[in-house]
């Protein structure tokens, strides 16, 4: 563990014991200045301890939460687990142990990162040509129309949290809404499918783009490697993996939406296409 000096933890002790009996009191409704005392009667006293113990254990376990916290957003900013073990004062096994799941979490950030970079915007302008033309309220709508205007509100250091919350809302809105009658409204909600599938190919990590590996186009004997997830009503409501040209093909049908991408950039390239834009 990098060390603390012995002023500091001297410190951080007499911190910790201020907020126990900042509590206490809180607690107990005593006064500002009251706290354990030695003419006291020994049943306030023990009544003062006894909410004493009860504090300095809801502070450790609040820090352990923190400590929790603080563990993840390192590792997302790159921090691996020989690192978040020698700031905690444990081996890397340790580390993984107490906080698993933490490996790979700066990649996966920063893949999201390169993802809204590029195409953070047009997600944005998509969400809200889907808001503006939608011949419905449901309550996911009101859901993302709110995330929308917290994106527009937060921090960038913070928005990458919102930008993930509202990808799965627009996920939503876009396969799990009826589809609009509208052309218009029907395209802005075609292209959010599109924009959602290929955010979710870019973020996952590789293995879930290898797992696909041995599908083939479920349209007609093709053979040729699927692409893309689509929802098909004509497939009995379920979802179909498609070779770009049967996607294009399906896409024509206008109750047809993408579900899922299996490569980068292929459900947006297959949308553009398949409505005579490439
Ligand atoms: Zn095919």
Known sequence: MRNLSDAQRAAVTTAIEQLAWTVVRETLELEPDDGPCSNLPDADMRQMWLAALTSLLAIRESTEQLAASAALSAAQRGADYPAIGDA????????????????????????????????????????RAVLTTADLESPRLTVLRERLDEIEQTSPAQRIDVFDMALVDAHAVAVGTPRPTEPTAAYAN?????????????????????????????????????????????????????????????????????????????????????????
């Open 88 to 127: 905690a004062g444990m081996t890397r096994q340790g580390a993984r142990r107490k906080w698993p799941g933490l490996a790979g979490l700066s990649d996966e950030r920063q893949r999201k990162l390169t993802w809204w970079n590029r195409r953070g915007d047009q997600f944005a302008d998509c969400v």
């Open 190 to 278: 075609g292209l959010l499918a599109a924009l959602t599938a290929d955010a979710y190919a870019a973020m996952n990590s590789h293995s879930f783009l290898v797992n696909r590996e041995g599908l083939a186009c479920e349209t007609d004997n093709c053979s040729s490697e699927p692409i893309v997830e689509l929802w098909r009503s004509d497939y009995g409501h379920r979802t179909i993996a498609a070779c770009r040209e049967h996607a294009i093909q399906a896409l024509a049908q206008p109750a047809t939406r993408i579900v899922a991408a299996y490569q980068p950039d292929a459900a947006l390239s297959v949308f553009a296409e398949a409505h005579g834009e490439d």
